[in-house]
């Protein structure tokens, strides 16, 4: 299976910050990765699919880039109602697999 | 707009059978792939399974496989797992979601324990 090495686990940021989360695959995954946001007790929310495509509704501040391996998750300006927890998936091929996940919290 | 709902979770001794169900509405449920993912304050998002838009093919992660199984009825816009051999780190919550996921459901808790 492929895995999926996310990082930070943690961070702690201050409104108006920019923010990078970093996802490595094992091997190459071309750009087949999404990223989604999940808030406490709510289901997680698609950000960024296919590396770099900006997800219907979802601000501009969000932004995801890469592509083989090593892929980023940029958020510009951060906000308040960025509080939450990151997670990159690849879809590539199966079984499908989750980062770890990044905890982002607000200063 | 675009709902999914799951339902069927509970508590469940160590090597019993539970079937969650995913109630789909706000698109054409036949023509997406759907998928089951749980969530472990352990080990956080874990994608489990699966199934074509027909229905005809299916695929499933290592530790569920043998154990779970897939299936749909696209005249009735549901999702179905069937767990069966339920172990103590069955215990999750259970989210159904379109395939690859963009939307999710709420999710339903599933607990193992005697």
């Known amino acids: 299976a492929i895995q999926m090495t996310q990082s930070p686990s943690s961070l702690s940021a201050s409104i108006g910050d920019r923010v990078t989360i970093n996802c490595r695959a094992s091997q190459g995954i071309r750009h087949d990765l999404r990223w989604f946001q999940q808030k406490s007790g709510e289901a997680p929310k698609l950000l960024i699919y296919a590396a770099s495509s900006l997800q219907s509704g979802v601000p501009s501040r969000f932004s995801g880039s890469g592509s083989g391996t090593d892929f980023t998750l940029t958020i510009t300006s951060l906000q308040p109602e960025d509080l939450g927890t990151y997670y990159c998936l690849q879809d590539h091929d199966h079984p499908h697999t989750f980062g770890q996940g990044t905890k982002l919290e607000i200063k | 707009q675009i709902h999914l709902v799951e339902s069927g979770g509970g508590l469940v001794k160590p090597g019993g059978s539970l079937r969650l169900s995913c109630s789909a509405s706000g698109f054409i449920f036949s023509d997406y792939y759907m998928t089951w993912i749980r969530q472990t304050p352990g080990k956080g998002l874990e994608w489990i399974a699966d199934?074509?838009?027909?229905?005809?093919?299916?695929h499933y992660a290592d530790d569920v496989r043998g154990r779970f199984t897939i299936s749909r009825d696209n005249a009735q816009n549901l999702l179905f797992l069937q767990m069966s051999g339920l172990r103590v780190d069955d215990t999750a919550v259970y989210f159904c979601?379109?395939?690859?996921?963009?939307?999710w459901g709420q999710g339903t808790l599933v607990t193992v324990s005697s």
């Open positions: 979601a379109r395939d690859p996921p963009d939307y």
């Open positions: 199934i074509a838009s027909s229905g005809a093919t299916s």
